[in-house]
């Protein structure tokens, strides 16, 4: 039951990392050193939102 709930708040992380990151222009993506198709993957692998 715990690891059903650690992986909900995990995937609730990814995806409110993914749109905070996605409301960001291309500018400001590349003033912190990523492009638009790295969010995804970003979102993902961050240690922020590992278990």
Same mark, same amino acid.
């Given at each position: 039951?715990?690891?059903?709930?650690?992986?909900?708040?995990?995937?609730?992380?990814?995806?409110?990392?993914?749109?905070?990151?996605?409301?960001?222009t &291309?500018? /400001?993506?590349? &003033?912190?050193?990523?492009?638009?198709? /790295?969010?995804?993957?970003?979102?993902? &692998?961050?240690?922020?939102?590992?278990?």
């Amino acid at each position: 039951m715990a690891t059903m709930i650690e992986n909900l708040r995990r995937g609730m992380r990814i995806r409110a990392t993914r749109r905070e990151l996605s409301r960001l222009t &291309d500018a /400001q993506l590349h &003033d912190i050193g990523m492009h638009r198709g /790295q969010i995804a993957s970003f979102a993902r &692998d961050t240690k922020f939102n590992s278990n």
